[in-house]
């Protein structure tokens, strides 16, 4: 009986634990933020439900400008939004989330924080909301377009 119950705590464990690093390739359609097939997970490609429009992601996210194109050329009016204690992490390039009104980055509500490290290259974003800690560094622009594309405004 132990055995059993042993056996059903590490498979509940195993369910649990959704750790890795989302790594842009760009090797779907090259813009979506939310095509699986743009991301590798731990050297292979992302499973479906890996990165969805206002859904938590469970991983770590690393933009670094490498791949084909950019993401968030064909979001729709959707949140890309962080799990808890995961992190955004841009080094390179441009990482748009601000295609449509309603594009934005968000952190989990009521959770705990999760973070945004831009140490370099750029964020476009409608908005940036939710329990989220953000670092700048180097030469990174987090450019937010609050309530109009037109009207953006540099940090």
């Excluded at 009986?1 to 590490?10: A, D, G, Q």
């Excluded at 992601?57 to 194109?69: P, R």
């Excluded at 841009?90 to 989330?97: D, E, I, S, Y």
């Excluded at 934005?104 to 974003?125: A, H, K, P, Q």
Aim: glycine share 20%.
């Amino acid at each position: 009986m132990k055995r059993l119950i042993v056996f059903m705590l590490c498979l509940l464990v195993a369910g649990v634990s959704q750790a890795g690093l989302l790594t842009w390739t760009g090797g779907g359609d090259g813009q979506s933020t939310f095509q699986e097939a743009n991301w590798d997970l731990d050297g292979g490609v992302a499973p479906a439900g890996s990165i969805d429009p206002d859904t938590a992601v469970l991983h770590d996210i690393l933009y670094d400008g490498g791949g084909l194109g950019n993401p968030g050329g064909l979001n729709g009016a959707s949140g890309l939004v962080i799990g808890d204690s995961q992190t955004l992490t841009v080094t390179a390039g441009t990482f748009r989330q601000a295609a449509y009104l309603g594009d934005g980055i968000e952190g989990v509500v009521g959770g705990g924080s999760s973070y945004i490290d831009l140490s370099g290259g750029t964020i476009l974003s409608q908005y940036v909301v939710n329990d989220l800690a953000i670092t700048l560094g180097g030469d990174a622009v987090l450019e937010l377009a609050g309530g109009g594309v037109a009207e953006t405004k540099q940090v």
